[in-house]
């Protein structure tokens, strides 16, 4: 209400979060994890080598590698006890409400008197954690088709038994599809880390108060279920399906969010740190037209996006606030060439994230120097007053 700005309090915020893991230049559009190019990982490395690398600093060398695989294939099943978890659900509820309520179920098989932070622990829960939250999320998936529960196939790749997991069923054998898998394996990349995202930091935050890691991911889990973060990318479906269903077209569409008709965004554009173009965005968009050739799916809905994002990137009202598409805008398209429904996109995202959220809640709960978390505040409000006399 003062009209004066943090700046005029000279208020200057030395309390930036220190870490070695993602590099991002908003201005240039550059991403690095550990160092490396996201265009280079995209095109030569696979997801659970971005996750060594995310998680340890350095990247594996092919024993390593080949180790980590294997203990995480011999952790993919859940107890049997959790799979009734499931069943005390809706069929109805949304998968991230799933999955965020399954994780926090999974740390009382594995939690009770164990100290959350101890490394031999923490190495046991890194394994776990990358090993079952994708069987937690294809189970979430089914129960939302009313198929049966498939058991982990650990002579699978990650991502294949993840794909079987989902799009399998008990009558019938499941062909791998390459150009799924090769596919998927890159967009898990694309989203392994991004640097103090709104749900890493969550995830950062919970676990500086010794909150151990399922909770911390599940609070994570939770941030990025908001249409504003992860949750963007099943908006952008929802957007371009009701620019479809309307008839409206691209350009009328575009004038409504100009206007701010009805509080409407162009979902999939903005970013807090990209002024540039979400060097994400241009890979997944590559991704979107090879992929859907292979599959020979005709989305017009990729079209739609397209055009969508042509009017715009011309349009002086988002060039002035340098609004350009950012990694969801064209994931959607994507996952429903795949199959998944758009309520499993965000899923998705999470799982990709997984190794970033992991390696960030290590850097700042394994260090003993590290202190709770307490975000710096500035205060606005009323000076000291008396309540008046009674
Ligand atoms: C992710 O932080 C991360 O790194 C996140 C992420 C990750 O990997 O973890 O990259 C993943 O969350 C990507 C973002 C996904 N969200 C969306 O696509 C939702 C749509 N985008 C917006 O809601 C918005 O762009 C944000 C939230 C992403 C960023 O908001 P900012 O930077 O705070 O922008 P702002 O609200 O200050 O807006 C500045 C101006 C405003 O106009 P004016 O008031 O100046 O007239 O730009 C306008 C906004 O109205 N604007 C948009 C817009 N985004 C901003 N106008 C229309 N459509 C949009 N999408």
Do not use: C
């Amino acid at each position: 209400q003062t009209g004066l700005t943090a700046l005029d309090y000279g208020f200057v915020n030395t309390a930036a979060t220190k870490s070695k893991i993602t590099y991002i230049d908003g201005d240039e559009g550059i991403l690095r994890y550990r160092g490396y190019p996201i265009e280079q990982l995209a095109a030569g490395s696979t997801y659970l080598e971005v996750a060594w690398l995310l998680i340890y600093g350095e990247l594996p060398t092919a024993d390593q590698l080949g180790e980590f695989d294997e203990r995480i294939r011999r952790h993919t099943l859940l107890h049997e006890d959790l799979k009734r978890f499931f069943s005390a659900l809706p069929h109805t509820a949304h998968p991230m409400s799933v999955i965020s309520s399954a994780l926090s179920a999974l740390s009382t098989y594995y939690e009770s008197g164990a100290d959350p932070h101890d490394p031999e622990h923490v190495e046991l829960t890194t394994i776990r954690l990358l090993a079952k939250l994708p069987v937690i999320a294809a189970y979430a998936h089914k129960k939302s088709l009313g198929q049966a529960f498939l058991y982990p196939d650990n002579k699978l790749s990650f991502v294949d038994n993840f794909l079987k997991l989902n799009f399998g069923n008990m009558a019938e054998d499941y062909e791998i599809n390459p150009v799924l898998s090769t596919a998927l394996d890159r967009l898990l990349i694309l989203h392994a880390d991004h640097e103090q995202n709104a749900s890493t930091s969550t995830v950062r935050l919970v676990g500086s108060t010794g909150a151990n890691l399922y909770a911390s991911i599940s609070a994570g889990i939770n941030a990025l279920s908001g249409p504003l973060h992860g949750g963007a990318n099943e908006a952008v479906l929802e957007m371009l399906g009701r620019i479809q269903d309307s008839g409206e077209g691209v350009k009328r569409f575009v004038e409504r969010v100009k206007n701010k008709e009805d509080g409407v965004k162009l979902m999939g554009f903005g970013h807090r740190v990209y002024k540039n173009y979400d060097p994400r965005a241009k890979l997944v968009k590559e991704s979107a037209t090879e992929v859907l050739q292979a599959l020979g799916v005709k989305d017009p809905m990729l079209d739609l996006a397209m055009e969508l994002e042509q009017l715009a990137l011309e349009d002086d009202y988002f060039k002035e606030r340098r609004l350009y598409p950012n990694v969801d805008f064209y994931t959607g398209v994507i996952y429903k060439a795949m199959g998944f429904p758009t309520r499993m996109f965000t899923v998705l995202f999470a799982i990709g994230r997984l190794p970033g959220w992991i390696a960030h809640w290590r850097e700042m709960n394994l260090d003993p120097q590290n202190k709770i978390g307490r975000p710096q505040q500035l205060y606005i409000g009323e000076p000291e007053r008396d309540l008046p006399q009674r």
